[in-house]
């Protein structure tokens, strides 16, 4: 099969805008400024309780169908770390997303680190060799935590560059027949890159990070973001090292997709 010219438009969905009618209570002991006090099932909480509190976004009415927000601790290399973590499901209730802020002890404005992730159960979970994306992600994390401030946005919905888990099995199974990840794709009816980042964006808008330093090698996921808004003031290399199980995927992505890799 001849190469294929590679595209990654994002779907065309109507971005609304975001309002914020409601005030904070004065008083209110929360253990995060972002925490506010919240409904859950039936009782007022606050970001102190650790609670998770599912409810309308309060800057993104109309935007967002829920949203939840809490602090989640994670062991990382030996060493607890805290994160805010914002869940996000968007307004069509058809995709979830999860972004987890890290922030130095008294961090003043400062232009954040982002990884946009895209999620891959066979890669991030299970450890797969035949993608790069558990390296990835384990990279991401250790960049973010040593950073003054970052923010990684996972992104279930995007396995398989958005073709869904059965269908990236299936090409897969092409790639075993000695096509490219480009053509295995195509072969099986399925796009090259299926991706929409507008949700991505919202959720940066959100948590008001408008400007950030975007960790990815791939020339499209800037532009996409750029679409939605989003000002990428420097796309910062997140290269791994190949394996002999990789090397022919990564080789693709950098000669058939222009990752700078």
Known sequence: MPNAPVSAQPLAREMRTASD?????????????????????????????????????????????????????????????????????DESASYQALALVHRAPGIAKELPL????????????????????????????????????????????????GIGLVAKIKAY?????????????????APVDARDYQLAAK??????????????NNPLKVEALQRHGIDVVEQVQHATSPSPHNARYLATKRERMAHKL
């Not at 995060?32 to 509190?53: D, F, K, Q, S």
């Not at 800057?59 to 060493?79: H, K």
């Not at 053509?183 to 099986?188: E, Q």
């Not at 959720?203 to 990815?216: E, Q, V």
């Open 21 to 89: 009618g409601e005030a904070a209570a004065p008083g209110r002991a929360l253990a995060a400024p972002w925490l506010e006090a919240v409904h859950v099932n039936g009782r007022e909480t606050n970001g102190a309780e650790h609670a998770i509190a599912e409810r309308p976004s309060r800057t993104a009415a109309g935007v967002f169908r829920d949203t939840a927000r809490t602090i989640l601790p994670v062991e990382y290399q030996g060493r607890e770390i805290s994160f805010e973590a914002h869940a996000y499901e």
């Open 173 to 189: 199974a092409a790639q075993d027949r000695g096509l490219d990840t480009v053509d295995a794709n195509l072969s099986i009816g």
């Open 114 to 161: 982002v990884r946009v992730h895209s999620g891959c159960v066979t890669g991030d979970i299970f450890h797969s060799l035949r993608c790069d994306c558990y390296p990835q992600l384990q990279k991401a994390i250790d960049r973010i935590v040593d950073s003054q401030l970052g923010v990684i946005i996972y992104l279930p919905h995007h396995e398989g560059r």
């Open 203 to 216: 959720i940066l808008k959100d948590l008001s990070f408008s400007g950030i330093r975007l960790l990815t």
